[in-house]
């Protein structure tokens, strides 16, 4: 499969690393300035900023290249992105999360949530760790858990860091180079229950965004990692 990266950070060098062992080859990287001549490329990933996220799934979708998206911190333009895809008949996913176990534990939460439903005596909150570098908080693989707790609870809303009557507090901390940790929290006056998920590396998201796009390469539509993964 030929690929081009949009964004050739941590990411894309990650990307570039798993998917050469796999066999695929990196046809173009375009980062922060560089033209959008994708080379032949057979798929897009796109690991970049949230500021060039829409631009760089716009340019892709409009050259008839289908796209993955991974990056963070855009999703008040993804109903617009959604349009272009149906409109230009292109294929599209983003996941605020790629890797396996992360899907995996996106459905956990969704049961235990379910689970603690009516049990008021359990408050509910979440903490996110990641590296110092990173540009959005909370991150967006909290915010999907938020969404899959919020959908189960009377809590109206999340909120960053701070304590608010009716809404979920989500805690974000930025640690060395911590590739991302997410822990969520039921505490009652007698005892807690706490599921979390913790990244080693970055490999997992990596490996996860490949699979994608192979998965990606034929199709047309708009699709998430539940149906890649068949969860
Ligand atoms: N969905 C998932 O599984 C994961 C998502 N992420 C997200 O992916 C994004 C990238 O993360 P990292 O690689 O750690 O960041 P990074 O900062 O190492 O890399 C971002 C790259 O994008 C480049 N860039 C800036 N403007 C650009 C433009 N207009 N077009 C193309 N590239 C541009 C930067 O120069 C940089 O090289 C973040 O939003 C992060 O939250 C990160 C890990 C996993
Ligand atoms: O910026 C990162 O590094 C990560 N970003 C994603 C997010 O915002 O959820 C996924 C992962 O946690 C790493």
């Known amino acids: 499969?030929?690929?081009?990266?949009?964004?050739?950070?941590?990411?894309?060098?990650?990307?570039?690393?798993?998917?050469?062992?796999?066999?695929?080859?990196?046809?173009?990287?375009?980062?922060?300035?560089?033209?959008?001549?994708?080379?032949?490329?057979?798929?897009?990933?796109?690991?970049?900023?949230?500021?060039?996220?829409?631009?760089?799934i716009s340019a892709c979708l409009e050259a008839?290249?289908?796209?993955?998206?991974?990056?963070?911190?855009w999703l008040d333009h993804y109903d617009e992105?959604?349009?272009?895809?149906?409109?230009?008949?292109?294929?599209?996913i983003y996941a605020s999360n790629f890797s396996v176990g992360v899907n995996i534990f996106f459905e956990l939460n969704k049961q235990l949530a379910q689970m603690m439903k009516n049990l008021q005596e359990y408050d509910v909150s979440?903490?996110?760790v990641h590296?110092?570098?990173?540009?959005?908080?909370?991150?967006?693989?909290?915010?999907?858990?938020?969404?899959?707790?919020?959908?189960?609870?009377?809590?109206?809303?999340?909120v960053l860091d701070e304590k608010e009557t009716g809404k979920l507090t989500i805690t974000a901390k930025r640690e060395g180079e911590v590739p991302g940790t997410h822990i969520i929290n039921y505490r009652s006056e007698v005892d807690e229950i706490t599921i979390e998920h913790k990244a080693h590396s970055r490999n997992g998201f990596a490996l996860g965004a490949i699979i994608a796009a192979e998965w990606l390469k034929d199709k047309t539509g708009v699709?998430?990692?539940k149906d890649v993964l068949g969860l």
Request: net charge negative; hydrophobic share 40%; charged share 25%.
């Open 1 to 56: 499969m030929k690929i081009a990266l949009l964004g050739y950070g941590r990411m894309g060098k990650t990307i570039e690393k798993l998917a050469t062992d796999r066999g695929h080859q990196i046809v173009k990287t375009i980062d922060q300035d560089d033209d959008y001549d994708f080379n032949g490329a057979d798929v897009a990933i796109d690991f970049s900023i949230p500021d060039a996220a829409v631009n760089n």
């Open 131 to 158: 590296h110092i570098h990173k540009l959005d908080a909370p991150s967006g693989t909290a915010i999907t858990l938020a969404e899959g707790i919020l959908d189960h609870s009377d809590k109206k809303d999340w």
């Open 126 to 128: 979440m903490t996110e």
């Open 81 to 92: 992105m959604v349009s272009l895809c149906e409109n230009k008949k292109g294929a599209f």
């Open 223 to 225: 699709y998430s990692m």
């Open 64 to 73: 008839g290249i289908p796209v993955v998206s991974g990056t963070t911190g």
